[in-house]
Protein backbone atom coordinates (compact mmCIF):
# COMPACT_ATOMS: atom_id res chain seq x y z
CA UNK A 1 0.00 0.00 0.00
CA UNK A 2 1.41 3.26 -0.82
CA UNK A 3 0.98 6.15 1.50
CA UNK A 4 2.05 9.56 1.46
CA UNK A 5 1.81 12.46 4.49
CA UNK A 6 2.83 15.99 4.88
CA UNK A 7 4.13 17.72 7.61
CA UNK A 8 5.27 20.66 9.07
CA UNK A 9 3.92 23.89 9.93
CA UNK A 10 0.40 25.10 9.53
CA UNK A 11 0.89 28.93 10.20
CA UNK A 12 4.37 31.19 9.27
CA UNK A 13 5.00 34.74 9.36
CA UNK A 14 5.85 36.57 6.28
CA UNK A 15 9.26 36.37 5.29
CA UNK A 16 9.86 33.24 7.32
CA UNK A 17 11.02 30.23 5.64
CA UNK A 18 8.91 27.14 5.17
CA UNK A 19 9.87 23.59 5.24
CA UNK A 20 7.54 20.51 5.09
CA UNK A 21 8.84 17.02 5.54
CA UNK A 22 7.17 14.24 3.46
CA UNK A 23 7.54 10.51 4.72
CA UNK A 24 6.23 7.77 2.36
CA UNK A 25 6.16 4.14 2.62
CA UNK A 26 5.22 1.22 0.06
CA UNK A 27 7.53 2.43 -2.53
CA UNK A 28 11.39 3.47 -2.73
CA UNK A 29 12.57 6.18 -3.58
CA UNK A 30 16.07 4.07 -4.75
CA UNK A 31 13.90 2.83 -7.37
CA UNK A 32 15.11 3.74 -11.08
CA UNK A 33 12.02 6.34 -12.54
CA UNK A 34 10.75 7.15 -9.57
CA UNK A 35 10.60 10.43 -7.93
CA UNK A 36 8.66 12.76 -5.56
CA UNK A 37 6.78 16.00 -6.17
CA UNK A 38 5.14 19.11 -4.39
CA UNK A 39 1.71 20.68 -5.16
CA UNK A 40 0.06 23.46 -3.62
CA UNK A 41 -3.36 24.66 -3.93
CA UNK A 42 -4.92 27.81 -2.68
CA UNK A 43 -7.97 28.11 -1.09
CA UNK A 44 -10.81 27.76 -3.74
CA UNK A 45 -8.04 27.61 -7.07
CA UNK A 46 -6.46 25.45 -9.26
CA UNK A 47 -3.55 22.91 -8.59
CA UNK A 48 0.10 24.45 -9.01
CA UNK A 49 3.26 22.06 -9.26
CA UNK A 50 6.26 23.07 -7.68
CA UNK A 51 9.09 20.70 -7.84
CA UNK A 52 10.16 17.05 -8.08
CA UNK A 53 13.17 15.32 -7.19
CA UNK A 54 13.52 11.74 -8.82
CA UNK A 55 15.85 8.69 -7.57
CA UNK A 56 19.24 9.67 -9.17
CA UNK A 57 18.71 13.10 -6.76
CA UNK A 58 17.54 15.14 -10.16
CA UNK A 59 15.56 17.88 -9.49
CA UNK A 60 13.55 20.38 -11.44
CA UNK A 61 11.63 23.59 -10.05
CA UNK A 62 8.97 25.87 -11.07
CA UNK A 63 10.59 28.60 -12.99
CA UNK A 64 8.20 31.54 -10.54
CA UNK A 65 9.37 30.08 -7.51
CA UNK A 66 12.53 28.53 -8.15
CA UNK A 67 14.80 30.95 -6.39
CA UNK A 68 12.77 30.49 -3.33
CA UNK A 69 12.59 27.17 -3.44
CA UNK A 70 14.99 23.46 -2.31
CA UNK A 71 14.18 20.00 -2.19
CA UNK A 72 16.03 16.82 -1.10
CA UNK A 73 15.68 13.23 -0.06
CA UNK A 74 16.53 11.35 2.85
CA UNK A 75 16.23 7.79 0.77
CA UNK A 76 17.15 5.79 4.47
CA UNK A 77 14.13 7.64 6.26
CA UNK A 78 12.11 7.47 3.18
CA UNK A 79 11.54 11.30 3.67
CA UNK A 80 11.48 14.47 1.27
CA UNK A 81 11.61 18.19 2.26
CA UNK A 82 11.02 21.14 0.79
CA UNK A 83 11.88 24.63 1.78
CA UNK A 84 10.94 27.57 0.62
CA UNK A 85 11.97 31.11 1.70
CA UNK A 86 10.44 34.68 2.10
CA UNK A 87 7.04 33.49 2.81
CA UNK A 88 4.23 35.84 1.80
CA UNK A 89 0.47 35.48 2.19
CA UNK A 90 -0.23 34.78 -1.42
CA UNK A 91 1.78 31.33 -0.14
CA UNK A 92 -1.48 30.29 1.44
CA UNK A 93 -2.79 26.88 0.25
CA UNK A 94 -2.75 22.97 1.01
CA UNK A 95 0.64 21.75 0.16
CA UNK A 96 0.63 18.36 -1.27
CA UNK A 97 3.94 15.65 -2.28
CA UNK A 98 2.93 12.64 -4.62
CA UNK A 99 4.58 10.04 -6.18
CA UNK A 100 5.83 9.90 -9.79
CA UNK A 101 6.22 6.43 -10.99
CA UNK A 102 7.90 7.37 -13.66
CA UNK A 103 8.13 9.71 -17.08
CA UNK A 104 7.04 12.56 -14.66
CA UNK A 105 3.83 11.30 -14.12
CA UNK A 106 2.14 11.68 -11.15
CA UNK A 107 -0.06 8.89 -9.45
CA UNK A 108 -0.40 8.81 -5.09
CA UNK A 109 -0.82 12.06 -3.42
CA UNK A 110 -0.76 12.43 0.21
CA UNK A 111 -3.97 14.51 2.21
CA UNK A 112 -2.20 17.80 2.16
CA UNK A 113 -1.32 19.93 5.21
CA UNK A 114 -2.90 23.96 4.65
CA UNK A 115 -0.05 26.10 5.72
CA UNK A 116 -1.19 29.89 6.40
CA UNK A 117 1.13 32.77 5.88
CA UNK A 118 0.15 35.79 8.42
CA UNK A 119 1.76 37.91 11.03
CA UNK B 1 5.65 26.47 -20.05
CA UNK B 2 2.34 24.50 -21.62
CA UNK B 3 -1.06 25.87 -20.73
CA UNK B 4 -3.67 23.57 -20.10
CA UNK B 5 -7.23 25.41 -20.68
CA UNK B 6 -10.03 23.02 -19.66
CA UNK B 7 -13.66 23.82 -20.86
CA UNK B 8 -16.43 24.78 -19.28
CA UNK B 9 -15.49 25.99 -16.31
CA UNK B 10 -18.34 25.03 -14.47
CA UNK B 11 -21.24 22.20 -15.71
CA UNK B 12 -24.56 20.82 -14.68
CA UNK B 13 -25.75 17.00 -15.43
CA UNK B 14 -28.55 15.37 -14.95
CA UNK B 15 -27.89 11.62 -12.75
CA UNK B 16 -27.13 9.54 -15.69
CA UNK B 17 -26.57 11.94 -17.78
CA UNK B 18 -23.40 12.09 -19.95
CA UNK B 19 -21.13 14.69 -18.67
CA UNK B 20 -17.63 15.95 -20.81
CA UNK B 21 -14.82 17.93 -20.22
CA UNK B 22 -12.84 19.55 -22.38
CA UNK B 23 -8.88 20.06 -22.07
CA UNK B 24 -6.35 21.58 -24.75
CA UNK B 25 -2.95 22.28 -24.73
CA UNK B 26 -0.41 24.85 -25.94
CA UNK B 27 1.77 22.58 -27.74
CA UNK B 28 1.32 18.77 -28.37
CA UNK B 29 2.26 16.60 -25.32
CA UNK B 30 2.35 13.77 -27.77
CA UNK B 31 5.43 11.87 -27.55
CA UNK B 32 6.38 10.72 -31.07
CA UNK B 33 9.29 8.08 -29.81
CA UNK B 34 6.68 5.78 -27.55
CA UNK B 35 3.16 7.29 -29.25
CA UNK B 36 1.95 8.44 -25.89
CA UNK B 37 0.45 11.79 -24.59
CA UNK B 38 1.54 12.65 -21.71
CA UNK B 39 -1.76 13.98 -19.95
CA UNK B 40 -3.96 12.87 -17.17
CA UNK B 41 -7.11 13.30 -15.40
CA UNK B 42 -8.01 14.02 -11.62
CA UNK B 43 -10.87 14.24 -9.67
CA UNK B 44 -10.92 16.41 -6.29
CA UNK B 45 -14.02 15.99 -4.04
CA UNK B 46 -14.30 18.88 -1.48
CA UNK B 47 -11.55 18.36 1.06
CA UNK B 48 -9.73 15.72 -0.36
CA UNK B 49 -6.66 15.59 -2.26
CA UNK B 50 -6.61 14.76 -6.19
CA UNK B 51 -7.23 11.31 -7.69
CA UNK B 52 -6.09 10.17 -10.29
CA UNK B 53 -8.56 8.88 -12.81
CA UNK B 54 -6.73 8.89 -16.44
CA UNK B 55 -2.97 8.86 -17.41
CA UNK B 56 -1.93 7.96 -21.02
CA UNK B 57 -4.51 10.08 -22.05
CA UNK B 58 -6.96 7.37 -22.20
CA UNK B 59 -5.56 4.34 -19.62
CA UNK B 60 -8.16 4.00 -16.49
CA UNK B 61 -6.12 4.16 -13.40
CA UNK B 62 -6.81 0.85 -11.11
CA UNK B 63 -10.10 0.46 -9.98
CA UNK B 64 -11.71 3.47 -11.58
CA UNK B 65 -15.44 3.12 -12.82
CA UNK B 66 -15.40 2.08 -16.81
CA UNK B 67 -17.62 5.42 -16.92
CA UNK B 68 -15.04 7.48 -16.85
CA UNK B 69 -13.00 7.16 -20.19
CA UNK B 70 -10.46 9.60 -21.67
CA UNK B 71 -9.53 10.07 -25.40
CA UNK B 72 -7.83 12.74 -27.18
CA UNK B 73 -4.41 13.65 -28.72
CA UNK B 74 -1.72 15.68 -29.26
CA UNK B 75 -3.25 18.91 -28.06
CA UNK B 76 -7.13 18.23 -27.34
CA UNK B 77 -8.33 15.98 -25.28
CA UNK B 78 -11.61 14.78 -23.42
CA UNK B 79 -12.68 13.59 -20.26
CA UNK B 80 -16.07 11.97 -20.15
CA UNK B 81 -18.31 10.53 -18.06
CA UNK B 82 -20.78 8.05 -19.32
CA UNK B 83 -23.62 7.95 -16.70
CA UNK B 84 -23.07 10.63 -14.05
CA UNK B 85 -23.32 9.07 -10.78
CA UNK B 86 -23.90 11.50 -7.19
CA UNK B 87 -20.66 10.42 -5.99
CA UNK B 88 -18.68 12.53 -9.14
CA UNK B 89 -19.55 15.44 -8.00
CA UNK B 90 -16.08 16.79 -7.59
CA UNK B 91 -13.96 19.48 -9.41
CA UNK B 92 -11.64 17.67 -12.66
CA UNK B 93 -8.08 19.02 -13.30
CA UNK B 94 -6.29 17.54 -16.82
CA UNK B 95 -2.66 17.60 -16.21
CA UNK B 96 0.60 17.58 -19.05
CA UNK B 97 4.01 15.86 -18.11
CA UNK B 98 5.36 16.25 -21.22
CA UNK B 99 7.62 18.81 -19.92
CA UNK B 100 8.35 20.88 -17.16
CA UNK B 101 7.28 22.41 -15.32
CA UNK B 102 3.91 20.19 -15.10
CA UNK B 103 1.29 22.24 -15.53
CA UNK B 104 -2.74 21.69 -14.76
CA UNK B 105 -5.56 23.41 -16.36
CA UNK B 106 -7.99 25.42 -14.10
CA UNK B 107 -10.27 22.75 -13.11
CA UNK B 108 -13.76 21.93 -14.00
CA UNK B 109 -16.43 21.82 -11.50
CA UNK B 110 -18.96 19.11 -12.20
CA UNK B 111 -22.71 19.45 -10.02
CA UNK B 112 -26.18 17.71 -10.47
Sequence with gaps: ?119 | DIVMTQSPDSLAVSLGERATINCKSSQSVLYSSNNKNYLAWFQQKPGQPPKLLIYWASTRDSGVPDRFSGSGSETDFTLTISSLQAEDVAVYYCQQHYNFPLTFGQGTKVEI
Excluded at chain 1, 75 to 98: G, I, R, W
Design chain 1, 1 to 119: QITLKESGPTLVKPTQTLTLTCTFSGFSLSTSGVGVDWIRQPPGKALEWLAVISWNDEKRFSPSLKSRLSITKDTSKNQVLLTMTNMDPVDTATYYCARSPGYSRIDYWGQGTLVTVSS
